[in-house]
């Protein structure tokens, strides 16, 4: 016998579970269209080594499904759409004309252990802003990941959203560390683990990359290192960034925005403003988006920069989020009306119905079954369908019929 369950961290969508995934991708749709986002996608398959390149260690060596091909090709299934949508952009460069705004909602595998919020395949909404590269972008895609969230009905304090910057980061190990590049990249990873590892081995590991690491500076606080650190005009112009996007948001009344200097993201192509949403509730410690600005990446195709900034959003850590709320619209079947017909005599007319709602715009369906009616409304109201039409004998000879509400 052959098992029933779907693969190890994959889902099968039932009507009821698509329904819910339905209203979420519609949701996405409606709030980035209304922000002047276009959609586009491509294939699940890529050559490996788009990912080798920028992506970091961890999602190439650990994370991404790789398979050799006929022809000997390394192809993996895309663990993110960011690479991708770079070398789409990079290949028509001069044709496209920016700022471009694009959005897709792709299907993206990772080999990771199956836990709360963490599978194997997730759907996740990608919106990203090509050509700006002033913080006007930052804004704009900030502000429209909080609308998503009040699309969805979130209030301000179920979620949270965490700020920093790579490029503050980066000068901070530059000039204040004066870490290599290498130590620089061990240091941010070790930041990345710091919240799941206990403080002393943090600390011990900071202290072997750097003494001043050691006391991983806070730029939310204002500390004697900090004033001094503030002295590197990279530095403080960094943070000087960073501040102006953070008040911005608060301007337009987004109050939920936090610095957060332990937030550094798992990507190797980030270069300025990074940003997580966090969902509040304990139940769902994840992040619901990540993003920020990539302006190095498409560069790995030749060619000139292209400022870009964007978020990855996804559909588990989403509908968490909405289920810990009680967010999600009850399931309503697609199907809105039933025909059935009492007995073979009533068969035609039922058929003729069953038209006739279809050309007035509705969905319907028609059952030939002619069971008992009672055990037919039972099984359509159970299947989420509003209304019935029972074809019998009556009907037919007025050929006046009734939609009873099955709800
Ligand atoms: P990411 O932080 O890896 O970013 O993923 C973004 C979001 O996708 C996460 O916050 C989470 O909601 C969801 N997600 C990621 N991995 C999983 C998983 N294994 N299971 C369920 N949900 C998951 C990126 O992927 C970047 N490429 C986003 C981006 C776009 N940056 C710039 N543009």
Known sequence: ??????????????PEDLFVEKYIFDTWRKTVESFGYVEYDASILEPTELYEAKSGAEIVNEQTYQFIDRGGRSVALRPEMTPTVARMVAARRRDLSFPLRWYSIPNLFRYERPQRGRLREHYQLNVDLFGIPSIEAEIEIISLAYKIMQNFGAK??????????????????????????????????????????????????????????????????????YQEAMAFPEIREAKTELDAVIESLKKQGIKNVVLDSHLVRGFDYYTGIIFEIFDIDPKNNRSLFGGGRYDDLLTIFGGDKIPAVGFGMGDVTMENFLESR??????????????????????????????????????????????????????????????????????????????????
């Open 156 to 225: 301000n304090n179920d979620f949270e959203i965490r700020i920093s910057s790579r490029k503050l980061l980066n000068a901070v190990f530059n000039n204040w560390y004066e870490l290599n590049p290498e130590q620089s990249d061990t240091l941010r990873r070790l930041i990345d683990k710091k919240a799941r590892m206990p403080a002393e081995e943090f600390q011990q590991e900071a202290e072997k990359i750097s003494r001043k690491a050691f006391n991983f500076l806070d730029f939310a606080k204002d500390s004697a290192d």
């Open 1 to 14: 016998m052959l098992n029933t369950d779907p693969y190890k961290g994959v889902r099968d969508f039932y």
């Open 326 to 407: 009680k967010l999600i619209p009850p399931y309503k079947s697609s199907c809105e009306l039933l025909v059935v017909a009492m007995d073979e005599g009533s068969k035609e007319f039922a058929e003729s119905v069953a038209e006739k709602e279809r050309a007035a715009g509705k969905n319907v369906a028609l059952n030939l079954t002619y069971r008992k009616i009672a055990d037919q409304i039972k099984r359509a109201a159970k299947q989420g369908i509003a209304g019935i039409i029972v074809i019998g004998e009556e009907e037919k000879k007025s050929g006046n019929y009734k939609i009873k509400d099955l709800k």
